[in-house]
C-alpha cells in the first residue's frame, strides 16, 4: 500500500497529564500478564466474563492501559456491561519492550502487536477502542488485519486520521534534551515533565514520534468496512472534525463529546454511553 508520511500524533497525553494533577477514582489494578511477539515482550490485562463480547483496549502516546483505561473507569464501564476486557501496553508504553530504534513504531507493526495478543489469546475478532495514537493504531489493525476486528470506536481523532496533526518534532526534541532545564518549547515541556514524573523511557517515546507519522489515506479509509463510532470532544483541537472522516467511511456514526477537550474527552460518561448504545445497535 501507498503510505503517506506526515506528524500524527495527539494530545493523549493531555489527558495522562490531568490524571497527575486530580484525584482519580477508578484505581484498582487489574492483573497483568505476559506475551512474547516479533522479539519484544508485552504487558497486558485480560479481566471481565470470560464468555463475554471481547473488547480490545488500545491506548495513546505516553499513556498505557492502566493510565488510559483503568483510572477513568473503561475497564469498571466495560466489565459491568459484561464484556471480555483486554488491554496492551503498547511497544515503548507501560510494562511492554521499549526499543530506541525509530524503525520500530510503525503504526501497523504496532497493530500487529494487537493482532498478535488476540491470536496469543485464543480471540477470533473482537471490538476494538482506541484512543489519540492508539485510534490511529485501531484504524491500522482494521486494515490490516480485519478478520480480527468486528467494530471500531475512534475516540479523540477525527479528520487528522487523513491528514495529520502537526509537526512532533519540539516534543521528541524535549524528551531527548539532556536537562528538563533546557527545555522552552510549552508543549515539549508538559511531555518532558510528565516523562520525568513517571519514570518513562523518554528515548523510546522520542523514537516512537520519530517513526510513527504514517497516514491512512482516503482510498485506504474507504476500506474501513467495519462499523465505526467516531467520538470527539466538542472542545477538541487536535482531533479534527469528526464529521469529515465519517464522510469516507462505509459505516460510520459521530458522537459529540460535550463540553470535553482532547485530554478530559476519554473519560467522559457520555463516550461511554456512546459505546455502550454502539455496541447494542450493531
Not at 66 to 74: R, T
Not at 91 to 114: I, Q, V
Not at 168 to 176: C, F, G, R, T, V
Not at 259 to 280: C, E, I, P, Q, S
Request: glycine letters at 8%; hydrophobic letters at 45%.
Amino acid at each position: 500500500m501507498c503510505r503517506v508520511k506526515s506528524p500524527l500524533f495527539t494530545h493523549a497525553s493531555h489527558f495522562i497529564f490531568a490524571i497527575l494533577l486530580r484525584p482519580t477514582v477508578h484505581l484498582n489494578a487489574p492483573n497483568f500478564s505476559r506475551f512474547s511477539h516479533a522479539g519484544m515482550e508485552f504487558s497486558y490485562f485480560d479481566e471481565g466474563d470470560p464468555n463475554g463480547a471481547p473488547t480490545l483496549l488500545i491506548h495513546g502516546f505516553a499513556s498505557s492501559a492502566m493510565v488510559n483505561w483503568v483510572h477513568p473507569g473503561w475497564l469498571q464501564t466495560l466489565v459491568k456491561a459484561g464484556r471480555r476486557v483486554i488491554a496492551i501496553d503498547n511497544r515503548g508504553h507501560g510494562g511492554s519492550a521499549k526499543p530506541h530504534d525509530a524503525g520500530f513504531y510503525h503504526p501497523a507493526m504496532m497493530a500487529g502487536d494487537s493482532a498478535a495478543l488476540l491470536d496469543h489469546l485464543g480471540i477470533t475478532t473482537a471490538d476494538v477502542i482506541g484512543y489519540s495514537m492508539g485510534a490511529r493504531i485501531s484504524a491500522f489493525l482494521a486494515l490490516e488485519h480485519s478478520d480480527h476486528v468486528r467494530s471500531l470506536v475512534l475516540g479523540g481523532l477525527g479528520i487528522r486520521l487523513v491528514r495529520g496533526v502537526e509537526d512532533w518534532d519540539p516534543i521528541a526534541k524535549a524528551l531527548l534534551a539532556p536537562s528538563i532545564a533546557t527545555v522552552t518549547h510549552p508543549r515539549g515541556l508538559m511531555f518532558r515533565s510528565f516523562a520525568d514524573k513517571t519514570g518513562s523511557d523518554r528515548l523510546a517515546l522520542a523514537a516512537c514520534i520519530a517513526s510513527n507519522r504514517v497516514l491512512v489515506t482516503e482510498a485506504e479509509a474507504a476500506h474501513l468496512v467495519q462499523p465505526v463510532l467516531i467520538c470527539v470532544g466538542t472542545k477538541d483541537d487536535i482531533a479534527g472534525d469528526p464529521r469529515e472522516l465519517a464522510d469516507l467511511l462505509p459505516d460510520a456514526r459521530v458522537i459529540d463529546i460535550p463540553n470535553r477537550d482532547h485530554m478530559l474527552a476519554v473519560g467522559d460518561t457520555v463516550f461511554k454511553k456512546a459505546v455502550l448504545d454502539f455496541y447494542a445497535e450493531i
